[in-house]
């Protein structure tokens, strides 16, 4: 077997070899899913601690909402440019290079003297973000076997969706006992660790792929996502119908001309036609859907028990915690309920269970409920969420040719983070309305409750998607034979 340490090209003249398979793939799994931890992590840490950063820089609090908006915006804008830089360059080099920017820019963040400081290294932080994991995942793809696949990638997810919800919790406890500073500096020995982990776990592939760089298309794209994201956040603060109207007519014709110029390229860095592939148009459409409903529930549950019910922050950290924890160890009977029961049955029933668990959140506003029966529906929703995740991740790539792997993932990860994102600003909007529209100040329990029910409704949307693959979708993957 060679070392990890030699580089792959998968870019030659003639046909190269497949890259032998690691004797142990938990290794490259692990690291690249600390990479999407400490992304994930990122995303929601600075929350409890942003009336201290507004204090400290003498600003509005609101206004630093745009510290996470353009630190998600940066992660989905250049996530298209992953594979291409990989493909150039090597899968080790750029996710080293990622790890490093990633390291130096949350160091910025705790020296900023400001607001627009601040906001400059969180944009350098999301584009660092948008090449670690995408690269990383590619790597586990090419490297690990089919049969192999599915636990590989839930090493890599489990440890990942354990960002979201350590974050707020975390953020809390930092500020208490340090100093806001520190939500940033945690980034820093834990990114140089996974630097020096890199440098023997992860392998130097150099993919063949069709896709070029064109300028244009990547300018409408980051167009698009910033439009989308603008107009969601200014109905959230004020319903001005002429301006709305104007910003989603704009909307509406950079998207068409992005369309447009899609459908001129023979090689677009964001490849739809991939969506042609059953298994794959499953995993996309069907994982963005959950991650709609999935993603604004470590956004909105904190909210809903501190602000709606009255419990403390730590109280919500310990549910968030507890859920969390249940999700990591539920990887480990996703491969059995796979090989079992395939991925059709077990993409739809617990697909059933996962959106029937976001919609019972709803039922916390009502009397009666205490801590310990939230953390249990809390945690239940973990558990098939984790499932869930990892079936649809490992779908995805079931019946994709080598070459395609990277096209697919970098499509994958910018649809599921763009999903993440409109669920945590959808609910939002959900909830302020819906206190607006109720004519209260603050928001009560009955506006995150309405929020829970508008998410889970898109859980319940992917339902078809499941129903509509064949009984014998991944079964290499699997191992499961349908009869």
């Known amino acids: 077997m060679p070392s990890p340490h030699a580089s792959t090209s998968l870019a030659a003249p003639a046909t190269p070899a497949a890259p032998a398979a690691p004797a142990d793939f938990r290794p490259l799994s692990v690291l690249v899913g600390m990479a999407f931890f400490m992304e994930q992590l990122d995303a929601t840490i600075v929350s409890p601690a942003i009336p201290d950063i507004a204090h400290a820089f003498g600003v509005d609090p609101l206004s630093l909402n745009l510290t996470m908006t353009v630190y998600l915006l940066c992660s989905l804008i250049f996530i298209p440019l992953s594979g291409l830089a990989a493909a150039r360059y090597g899968t080790r080099t750029v996710f080293q290079a990622a790890v490093m920017l990633f390291v130096a820019s949350s160091a910025a963040c705790a020296l900023a003297p400001g607001l627009p400081a601040l906001t400059l290294a969180r944009a350098l932080q999301g584009s660092a973000a948008a090449m670690m994991v995408p690269v990383g995942r590619t790597a586990i793809v090419h490297l690990v076997s089919k049969a192999q696949l599915v636990e590989a990638l839930a090493w890599m997810i489990t440890p990942a ?98 369309v447009r110029q899609f ?82 049955r077990v993409l739809l029933w617990n697909g059933l269970l996962c959106a029937l668990a976001l919609a019972a959140c709803a039922l916390f506003a009502l009397p009666g409920w205490n801590l310990v029966a939230i953390g249990v529906v809390v945690s239940l929703a973990g558990f098939f969420r984790a499932v869930q995740f990892n079936a ?92």
């Not at 969706?161 to 945690?186: D, E, K, N, Q, T």
């Not at 630097?195 to 130097?204: E, G, N, T, V, Y």
């Not at 499953?282 to 956004?299: E, K």
């Open 161 to 258: 969706m354990l960002g979201p919800m350590l974050g707020p919790p975390l953020g809390g406890l930092l500020c208490a006992w340090l100093s806001w500073h520190w939500v940033f500096l945690i980034n820093v020995p834990v990114g140089l660790l996974g630097l020096l982990a890199s440098l023997r776990a992860m392998p130097q592939l150099r993919e063949r792929t069709d896709a070029v760089f064109h300028l244009r298309e990547w300018l409408l794209a980051a167009a698009v996502l910033t439009l989308a994201v603008a107009v969601l956040e200014r109905a959230r603060h004020a319903f001005d119908v002429p301006l709305l109207a104007a910003l989603a007519a704009l909307l509406a014709l950079l998207a068409w001309l992005h």
């Open 263 to 344: 459908r001129r390229l023979t090689r677009p860095m964001l490849d739809f036609r991939l969506l042609s592939v059953s298994t794959f148009s499953t995993g996309f459409w069907a994982g963005a859907l959950v991650r709609v409903g999935y993603g604004a529930l470590p956004f909105l549950l904190p909210l809903m028990l501190q602000i709606g019910l009255g419990f403390s922050a730590l109280h919500s950290g310990v549910v968030l915690l507890a859920s969390g924890v249940v999700a990591f160890f539920a990887k480990t009977r996703t491969t059995a309920m796979l090989r079992r029961w395939g991925f059709r």
């Open 392 to 483: 649809l991740t490992a779908v995805a790539y079931a019946d994709l040719p080598p070459a395609r792997v990277a096209a697919a993932t970098t499509l994958n990860t910018m649809g599921w983070q763009l999903a993440i994102m409109l669920g945590i600003s959808l609910s939002a909007l959900a909830v302020q309305w819906s206190a607006r529209l109720a004519g209260r100040a603050a928001p009560a329990g009955a506006d995150f409750s309405l929020a829970f029910v508008a998410v889970a409704l898109f859980a319940f949307a992917a339902l078809p998607r499941y129903r509509a693959l064949p009984r014998h979708a991944g079964e290499e993957l699997s191992g499961h034979r349908a009869a």
